[in-house]
Structures are given as C-alpha cells and as structure tokens.
C-alpha cells in the first residue's frame, strides 16, 4: 500500500526556517517525482514545487512565490522528501501536502498533510 | 503561466440529479505530440487530503464511481456527476498539469439542495 506520511510542521516566526518531511512506503520511491502542494485552510490548492528523480538529475521547479526562499530535495536512500522552508512570511500559513507524481503529471497519492503556522 | 477558472464557485444540487462543474484553461493542455488533455480532476471533503478521480481530462482512476465522468479538450473541460450521492458533498478542483506552474482551479463547492 502506497503511504506518504508528512511531518515537520509548526509554529515559526516570520524570518524564520522550518523544514518538512515526507516519508513514502509502499512504491519504489526513487522511480517518481515527488511534488509539494500547499493550502491555505479555508483556501484551494497551490503548487510549491517539484524534485524530479535520478534519471531527471534531480531538478527542481518552483512556484514564483517561493522561488528562492524554498528548497525541495530528497534522499532516495531514506525514501523521504524535503522542503525547506526559509524567510518564511505570514503567507506562507497552509497545509503542506506531498504529492506522488503519477504517469506524466498527475497527484495520484497525497500525504495527510501538516500544518506550518508563521506568527509573532 | 496557465491560468485554471473553474465555474461555478459553489453547486447545490437534489440528492439523484445531475451535477455540472467547468474548467477553463488559459491556453490549451492538448499536447498534440499524443493528443492528450495533461487535465485532472480531484475531490476534497473536508479535514482529507484531495483524492484523484479524472486525469487526461476523461479517464476514471480506479475505485472512482462511474457516476464521475470528465469530458472536453483543450481549453473547455467538465466534470460531471451523472446522481449526486450524499458522499459527493465536496470541493472539486481542476489541475493542469501539462507545464509548471502545474496550477488548480479556485475550486467549486458542491452541496446537497
């Protein structure tokens, strides 16, 4: 059975660095891209970002809005995904879903998500 | 960026009828090199994770009713619910996934009449 189970989040201060984690069972974890998707609550759904897998080299694509302040990565060895989060802004409140990326493109596993809270 | 606009924001609908949500693209999720429809359509209940039910904008994932069915191309799709079940009470989103930023439509809520 195909399991992500998300964990790291919290409380931070604006200005402050949190990182997320995603651990995958289940399914040959190196194989796949692995994407983030936020959500505000109460909110739709926005794309972070994605780490493609070996064959890809790894590369990276990220949303404007956190371009440069959020670093996803993965150890294929652990079957775990990462975000860090840094200069972290009041915005960037939501649940933190990981998302298998399915045949060409689409979400067909999510993670229960876990919530990242920036406050004073 | 391709921008995703769903209508209408919010459904209700009688427990048995027909359910109608539309997507539109702002440029086209056709890649013509395979004719596919890079679209997908998920499902969010509440304090749950959304669940995939449509990808290539008209194929059923496995376990998904067949009272879900997704049709159009290129820039017009639609979701449909053929007998709303109490179960479909939900917020759907429409999802490109053809080029980053791979973005969702706003969502529509979908409640029983």
């Known amino acids: 059975e195909v399991q992500l189970a998300d964990s790291g989040g919290g409380l931070v201060q604006p200005g402050g660095s949190l990182r997320l984690s995603c651990a995958a069972s289940?399914?040959?974890?190196?194989?796949?891209?692995m994407d983030w998707v936020r959500q505000v609550p109460g909110k739709g759904l926005e794309w972070v970002g994605r780490?493609?897998?070996?064959?890809?080299?790894?590369?990276?694509d990220y949303a404007a809005s956190v371009k440069g302040r959020f670093t996803i990565s993965r150890d294929d060895s652990k079957n775990s995904l990462y975000l860090q989060m840094s200069s972290l802004k009041t915005e960037d409140t939501a649940v933190y879903y990981c998302?298998?990326?399915?045949?060409?493109?689409?979400?067909?596993?999510w993670g229960q998500g876990t919530l990242v809270t920036v406050s004073s | 960026d391709i921008v995703m606009t769903q209508s209408p924001d919010s459904l209700a609908v009688s427990l048995g009828e027909r359910a109608t949500i539309n997507c539109k693209s702002s440029q086209s999720v056709l890649y013509s090199s395979n004719n596919n429809d890079y679209l997908a359509w998920y499902q969010q209940k509440p304090g749950q994770p959304p669940r995939l039910l449509i990808s290539w904008a008209s194929t059923r994932e496995s376990g998904v009713p067949d009272r879900f069915s997704g049709s159009g191309s290129g820039t017009d799709f639609t979701l449909t619910i053929s007998s709303l079940q109490a179960e479909d009470v939900a917020i759907y989103y429409c999802?490109?996934?053809?080029?980053?930023?791979?973005?969702f439509g706003q969502g529509t809520k979908l409640e029983i009449k």
């Open positions: 780490v493609r897998n070996k064959a890809n080299r790894y590369t990276t």
């Open positions: 289940g399914f040959t974890f190196s194989d796949y891209y």
């Open positions: 999802q490109q996934y053809y080029h980053p930023p791979f973005n």
């Open positions: 998302t298998r990326v399915g045949s060409y493109g689409k979400y067909d596993y």
